[in-house]
């Protein structure tokens, strides 16, 4: 069965860091894309970073908000993505999601979270206080 299933949340202050992971099962993340998205109560997902490879070359996104504070990697086997945060803020907070999909079905632009072309980990809560 494909999914992904995030994990390493939980509460952090001000200031200080933490590392999500997203495993897959079922699938790994060679050919994929795969990214971290932010959804706080009442509003949609906010892209928060993507992370692809072809042909050798390794490629990375960021949103403005989190750029030079959270950084994202996978483990050698291709089954793990991580999001590493730090200098956290009370706007990190959070309900984080892992989403892949096939590089040969992105044109630049995560679908709707509705598409069938997308799996959707079911999330992991991060609240920052102080």
């Known amino acids: 069965q494909v999914q992904l299933v995030e994990s390493g949340g939980g509460v952090a202050h001000v200031g200080g860091s933490l590392r999500l992971a997203c495993t897959a099962s079922?699938?790994?993340?060679?050919?994929?894309?795969v990214g971290w998205f932010r959804q706080v109560p009442g509003k949609g997902r906010e892209g928060i970073t993507s992370i692809s490879e072809s042909g050798g070359h390794r490629f990375h996104a960021y949103a403005d908000s989190v750029k030079d504070r959270f950084h994202v990697s996978l483990n050698d086997a291709r089954t793990t993505m991580y999001l590493h945060m730090t200098q956290l803020t009370y706007t990190d907070s959070g309900n984080y999601f892992c989403?892949?999909?096939?590089?040969?079905?992105?044109?630049?632009?995560?679908?709707?979270?509705?598409?069938?072309?997308?799996?959707w980990g079911k999330g992991t809560q991060v609240e920052v206080s102080q």
């Open positions: 079922g699938f790994t993340f060679h050919t994929h894309i």
């Open positions: 989403a892949s999909m096939d590089q040969s079905d992105f044109n630049g632009e995560w679908p709707d979270p509705s598409s069938a072309l997308v799996t």
